[in-house]
Nanobody
C-alpha cells in the first residue's frame, strides 16, 4: 500500500529555513500528483504546494510563492519542500499527500487519496 512519511520539521526563528522531506513508497508515483498541506490550531487544512511527478510542474499557494520550493527525487521516491524566509504565520503541522492523477490544480484536501502523519514546523518571532 502507499505510505508517506514526513520528516524535517522543527523550531526555527523568523527568516530562517527548513527543508521537509516526504518519503513515498508503494505507489506508481510517475502517475501521481504530490502535495504539501498545512494546518494550524483552530484552522482548516490548507494547500501549500503541489508537484506533478511526471514532468515536475509545480503550483504554489500565494502565501508561500517565492519563498517555498517543492521538488522531487525520482530515484529516491522523495518529495521535498524547501522553506525559506519563514514567518511566524507559517507555523503549522505540515502534511505530505498524494493523489492518483496527473491533474495538477486540485487543492482540496478531501480530493487527495493518501496522507502522511505530519511534521510540526514552528517559527518564532
Amino acid at each position: 500500500q502507499v505510505q508517506l512519511v514526513e520528516s524535517g520539521g522543527g523550531l526555527v526563528q523568523a527568516g530562517g529555513s527548513l527543508r521537509l522531506s516526504c518519503a513515498a513508497s508503494g505507489g506508481t508515483f510517475s502517475s501521481y500528483v504530490m502535495g504539501w498541506f498545512r494546518q494550524a490550531p483552530g484552522k482548516e487544512r490548507e494547500h501549500v504546494a503541489t508537484i506533478r511527478w511526471s514532468d515536475g510542474i509545480t503550483y504554489y499557494a500565494d502565501s508561500v510563492k517565492g519563498r517555498f520550493t517543492i521538488s522531487r527525487d525520482n530515484a529516491k521516491n522523495t518529495v521535498y519542500l524547501q522553506m525559506n524566509s519563514l514567518k511566524p504565520e507559517d507555523t503549522a503541522v505540515y502534511y505530505c499527500a498524494a493523489r492518483t492523477t496527473r491533474v495538477l490544480g486540485i487543492t482540496t484536501p478531501a480530493r487527495y487519496d493518501y496522507w502522511g502523519q505530519g511534521t510540526q514546523v514552528t517559527v518564532s518571532s
